[in-house]
């Protein structure tokens, strides 16, 4: 049995992804900035920020899975006889942006 990728549509599920893993990293610098702004002005209460460093950690991995995976979609359409170039390039444009 053969797998054949319909290559639209795993390029446009790549493209979501690369947009979901996008939005992560804006909610992981969103994070940071608040719990960073929290210990600035003292709101922590004597509250330990270790909450926040642990929510912190969890969306960074998340988000480095999500750019992993995105990355996986590129090798799999590679491995198939597709050209990648087009991936990585709209990869590195949701990236840069």
């Not at 599920?13 to 002005?41: C, P, S, W, Y």
């Not at 799999?76 to 709209?90: E, P, V």
């Amino acid at each position: 049995m053969t797998i054949q990728w319909d290559f639209a549509s795993v390029f446009d599920h790549a493209a979501e992804v690369a947009i979901f893993a996008q939005t992560l990293d804006e909610l992981r610098t969103d994070m940071l900035n608040k719990a960073n702004a929290l210990v600035g002005d003292g709101s922590y209460q004597g509250q330990a920020p270790e909450a926040f460093l642990a929510a912190f950690t969890q969306m960074s991995q998340q988000s480095e899975n999500v750019i992993a995976t995105v990355r996986q979609y590129g090798h799999t359409i590679g491995s198939t006889g597709h050209d990648t170039q087009t991936l990585d390039q709209a990869e590195m444009h949701r990236f840069s942006c």
